[in-house]
């Protein structure tokens, strides 16, 4: 081995140890045996990312299915779980707008809508006019078909008005 | 005067020189007679020298691959260690990066390396050299720089009263070695002076100040009131025991690394 195929040897050692020095330093595992599974969810995220960079990205399909049984069920919390593991980058406006109608019809009440979900809904419907402003959703069972509508109706839930003590208010429906 | 000498080796001139002004005592030239003796006693020194198969001179690759394999995977381990504590509740793994300060005094370090001529950057950067070389050279000096952060974050107390300390200490002696007159071996022995008093106050001294996490804060202060005050007052983080030979193994890793530096890469 001659001096020059050292120094490349030394080279590549020293880039490929500091990354890995950096790396464990990124995410901090706690023990010897989450190395592995740290590794496993930055290889993901490394091919997500990639696959964002060369316009490849995909959502997982399964997933998203699996969210939308629940979203149908009323199983929020699991749909909104499945649906953001099916779109980890958040580039999917399909995806991020039933994750936005689950915060409406979770927060929805008869005599009042739960402020904190409908804060959060609106966010998430910002987010879907963001991506695409006009998305414009093909489920027959949403009453609600566009970012704007949705955005319409989370408003109306924040805002107090004289109407929102109307005793006729319990007879509205979930849209 | 006859100019005319008796022909006499290299090591007879040198020796005569060396008798002839050591320590202003010996005024007159010694007679030949004792040259000769001298010369002999010399010669026969050098032979008596013990050689064995295990002390082969170092080749050329072997150099190579201490300077360009070994040191930088000295440095880099010191820089993984050097950020790494153990949890005191559940001995999980702690990585701190470096905080701003540690950078700036690796950076006065590498400075007084250069100043000191511990590092010769003529020696160690030239348009002489191949690119391959200049490029393994950066490299092994940027795992130095890494090694040098995470020796600072090591040694620094994490937060509170004494980091501020410790810091200023540290400054302290960095800023006024910076504009002194040194040598490597002082440099050198300055340096391990410096981390190891900074060692003993935050692996010994902090942390015997520490209260244990197992108790209870009340059960503490009735058991232990003073730890409880101290790292009250102090704001000491509580890591577990094994933190401390973690970061010794860091520092001996760092000053082996230091030890086996050379000022020049092109010369044997």
Redesign the interface.
Known sequence: ????H??????F???F??LF?AW??WV????LEEVPAKAQTTLENVTTKTQVAIGTYEIDQAKFDEGLQAFRKDNFVVARDNFERADTEKRDAKTQFYIAYSFYRQGFGKLSNDDALFKQGLEQTNRVVTLDKNFKSDDANLQLKTPVELKNEFEEGLRVTASDFNPLRVLRERK | MSKVQSPKSKDEETISVELSFAHDELLENPTDEEIITLVKTKNRKRLSIPTSKDQKPKT??QK??L???VL??IF?TT??LG?LRL?AA?N????L?PPLVCLIFASILLVLFFRANLIRLNGWFTENF?L??N??NG??L??LF?ASTQIFNSLLPERGLPFWIVAFCFFWTLWNNLFAEFDTKRLVQSLGGMFGLAFVVKYLVLAGLTAPTNKGWIQGIFENPTQEAFTWLLDLPKFAPATGYIQFFALIFYLIGLFLLKPETNKN
Do not use: H, R, W
């Not at chain 1, 081995?1 to 020059?4: A, Q, S, Y």
């Not at chain 2, 999980?92 to 990585?95: A, E």
């Open positions: 081995m001659n001096e020059k050292i120094q490349i040897s030394g080279i050692l020293t880039l140890y500091t020095i464990l330093y901090e595992p706690k023990s | 050329k690759n190579s691959f300077q360009y394999i930088p995977l880099l820089a993984l950020g949890n559940d999980g793994f702690l990585f990066k191949s391959t070389k490029l393994a490299c092994v940027l795992t890494f």
